[in-house]
């Protein structure tokens, strides 16, 4: 299996003892690469000579590892690899290690060696051995800040039924800095599985508190398991829950949401928020309703005050179940499976958790869904839209993630914009 290999001269080796271990390495691997940050850079033509005597080296000479690394990240994703050998020093390792964790997943295997320098004379007593590994975190968001967005500027849909009392919206996929072609380019989930390490989806979620005004405040991200379970903040947390619902200010909840439904709930009258992640399988065991029943039970609402806004997910159009799936949700309305004698019934998961919250009480005219007409669209099939959403069904597992986020607004709140952005955008 073919390898990337990294050779580290920035922690503590330098061309001397590095050379005959870089010949080695690109006999056996084309993919070598070499760390030198700018400390060797334009030195005697010192990379020029590396290209010359190895079979195939890349000088990695950026003016910061992080930025060196993340262009390592970008080559090593192009070539479609996963294990990395790195050849450093102890101390290197270490340092290498804080910068692996922000801008790689467990996708990739890291494989650290060290070299024996304790012979090469030009190491000995070198001051460039015990450089810090503190600041990591901040010289990756540092850069990552600095990058330019990707597919256009960040866009988010809001819907006209919720109050202006609340701060919401639904996040699109551009505007971003992810450049993994299904992730690309606001993808807000990290997931250990895909390629798009953890410090690019924080850079992500601080683009979009900033264009949608609730930055520096926390995203809560529900924590799926695709079932029922609701979390009363206040209470003790579960370990997963698709559902959450709180009257605290100076926190925003989102629900993740690419195909399935990211649905927010707001009481106007008692200032409740609460956000659901909405799958088949929660549809089905009625997550919505137990949102709603949470925020009645938990905080005094009245369910005919509860308004309600179902963001972008899978339509009809695009979504199908084995047919002894699909055929639970004729028993919750015939409209919902057009098909139902098809082998994969097409499944209208929307009109599902319409007719369920209808039926515990809440009012269908605050229902914003893709039935409403008269309103601005919120809830566009994602699968149908790849230029602007995210989508299990269409992309497969390596998928984007947008989000449904709410919060509940302090006096002075104002939405800040970067120069240049106008306010929110609709679907097209």
């Known amino acids: 299996m073919s390898q990337a290999v990294l050779l580290d001269l920035i922690h503590g080796f330098c061309p001397t003892c ?125 850069f990552l800040q600095q990058l330019p967005t990707l597919k256009g500027e960040t866009r988010v849909l809001k819907s006209s039924l919720i109050p202006d009392c609340f701060g919401h919206g639904f996040s699109t996929r551009t505007g971003g800095v992810s450049y993994i072609p299904t992730l690309s380019s606001m993808n807000l989930f990290f997931s250990s599985k895909r390629r798009d390490p953890v410090a690019v989806v924080m850079e992500n979620r601080r683009r979009l508190a900033l264009h949608a005004g609730f930055h520096p405040k ?58 659901a992640h909405a799958g088949w399988r929660g549809t089905l065991m009625g997550v919505s309703m137990a949102v709603v029943k949470a925020m009645v039970t938990g905080f005094g609402c009245k369910v005919s005050d509860i308004v309600v806004a179902v963001g972008p997910s899978v339509g009809a159009c695009c979504f199908i179940l084995e047919k002894e799936m699909a055929l639970d949700f004729v028993s919750i309305h015939p409209d919902c499976v057009p098909d139902p004698e098809s ?25 914003h869904d893709d039935t409403v007409m008269d309103r601005s669209c919120v809830t566009p099939c994602t699968s149908c839209h790849p230029e602007h959403h995210f989508s299990h069904v269409r992309d497969g597992p390596n998928f984007g993630t947008q989000v449904g986020f709410l919060w509940i607004k302090e006096p002075g709140d104002q939405v800040q914009r970067p120069a240049g952005q106008t306010g929110t955008q609709g679907q097209r």
């Open 18 to 142: 590095t050379g005959p271990s870089l010949l080695d390495q690109s006999a056996s691997d084309p993919h070598v690469f070499l760390l030198c940050g700018k400390r060797y850079r334009g030195e005697n033509g010192f990379a020029d000579a590396l290209r010359s005597s190895c079979r195939s080296v890349q000088v990695l000479d950026s003016d910061s590892t992080a930025e060196c690394l993340y262009r390592f990240k970008q080559t090593v994703d192009r070539l479609d690899l996963s294990r990395v050998t790195v050849l450093t020093t102890p101390q290197g390792r270490d340092v290498l290690v804080r910068y692996q964790e922000q801008l790689f997943t467990a996708v990739y295997t890291f494989d650290y060696r060290s070299l024996d320098k304790s012979t090469c004379p030009s190491c000995t007593g070198s001051a460039h051995t015990d450089l810090p590994g503190e600041g990591v975190l901040e010289e990756v968001s540092r």
């Open 218 to 275: 926390p995203l809560c991200l529900v924590k799926v398991n695709h079932a029922s379970d609701v979390w009363v903040m206040g209470q003790t947390e579960p370990e997963s829950y698709d559902g959450m619902v709180t009257n605290q200010t100076g926190l925003v909840l989102a629900a993740p949401g690419a195909d399935c439904m990211p649905i927010l709930f707001a009481d106007p009258v008692l200032k409740v928020i609460g956000a």
């Open 343 to 367: 082998a994969k019934p097409h499944v209208n998961i929307r009109l599902a958790n319409r007719i369920l919250l209808q039926k515990g009480g809440v009012l269908p005219e605050h229902i």
